[in-house]
């Protein structure tokens, strides 16, 4: 399919065929996802493809132990139904038969040294900058997507699994200076999905003449 077409047919699935993905489609996703643009070309990830369903399960109860942890102090059944919620957007991965875990590391940029004798820490300098990583992150998890569509596979974008970040990033083999910045669920649908509305392009998009 052309691009155009991949990118009207992505969508944001939660319910994935247990049947796994080859390899080398993964790989495909991954080596795309490596060209998509960064800041001053930094190249600030690292992906990990996780098939195994033994640590995916176990992600998942790690997830929702975190979320039962930090949601307890509210019993009534607002909260739980607030639980209940949570979990379940949280750990949609669950039966995926990939998980794709980006990592990051921060963006040192020539001028932080020279910011910094004037007192700006590097978070404030990432700040200002309205943050380059996240945003350079964020086009190469848009590739692995759009990649994944035109294989005729669908994905999930995920990020509510980061609650329990350190406890993950262990099992992914996440370490210093990278920190686990989202996570990919991919597979085969289980049903066909119509295209959530979207906003029209007058609302927008507007031309300064």
């Known amino acids: 399919m052309d691009l155009k ?18 390899l080398d489609d993964i790989k495909e996703m991954v080596r795309l996802a490596g060209l998509a643009p960064s800041i001053n070309n930094a190249q600030l990830w690292k992906f990990t493809a996780v098939t195994n369903k ?7 109860n790690i997830v929702n132990g975190k979320i039962s942890g930090m949601l307890n102090a509210q019993e009534d059944k ?49 700040k200002m900058r309205n943050y380059p990583d996240i945003q350079s992150i964020g086009a190469a998890i848009e ?47 289980l049903e066909s999905l119509p295209a959530r509305e979207k906003l029209p392009l007058e609302s927008i998009f507007e031309v300064i003449e």
């Open 54 to 60: 033994d640590i995916i399960n176990n992600m998942s």
């Open 143 to 189: 590739t692995i997507m759009l990649a994944a569509t035109s294989m005729s596979d669908v994905c999930c974008w995920l990020t509510g699994l980061l609650v329990a970040r350190e406890e993950l990033e262990p099992i992914l083999g996440v370490q210093e200076p990278y920190k686990l910045a989202a996570c990919i669920a991919v597979g085969k649908p």
């Open 78 to 126: 607002k909260g739980e139904k607030v639980k209940t919620t949570v979990s379940h957007f949280s750990t949609v991965f669950t039966d995926a038969p990939v998980v794709i875990a980006v990592q990051m590391k921060p963006y040192d940029a020539i001028v932080d040294t020279i910011l910094e004798a004037s007192g700006l820490s590097h978070d404030a300098m990432n």
């Open 5 to 22: 077409e991949t990118i009207e047919r992505r969508r944001s699935v939660r319910h994935f065929k247990p049947e796994s993905l080859p």
